[in-house]
């Protein structure tokens, strides 16, 4: 299951799992079509926003890792910046650094909506 560099980019479960606070509801930003987003707080203080993608994706480990890979190399200063990604069972979890403003919507469309406060590419 080793893919290169990607390894690097993985975080434990339980360390994301304690960050968000066992996905606590309080913690939850928003739900989109690929699951859930959390916000969550690192141990070293860095705060970030979990994507939770849903049970059902019949994605593989090495099809995830390879997109995740992927993602990395995009960079463009619309989109937050992927710090890694989680694999435990069947739970898939992409790691983001986490933007307090608004959602993008207000910025686009001129008023807040209730969603997912950073663009994601996945």
């Known amino acids: 299951m080793n893919i290169g560099s990607s390894e690097s980019l993985q975080y434990n479960f339980s360390t994301i799992k304690a960050a968000t606070n066992d996905f606590s509801e309080n913690n939850k930003l928003g739900r989109g079509g690929f699951g859930v987003v959390y916000k969550g707080k690192l141990i070293d203080g860095t705060k970030i926003a979990v994507k939770r993608l849903a049970g059902n994706s019949q994605q593989g ?45 207000r910025f686009v469309f001129g008023k807040l909506l209730k969603r997912t406060p950073f663009l994601s590419p996945i």
């Open 61 to 105: 480990d090495i099809e995830f890792k390879n997109e995740v890979l992927l993602v990395l190399k995009l960079r463009h200063r619309n989109l937050v910046r992927l710090l890694g990604f989680s694999i435990e069972g069947k739970e898939r979890l992409l790691i983001y650094e986490f933007l307090p403003n608004a959602s993008l919507d």
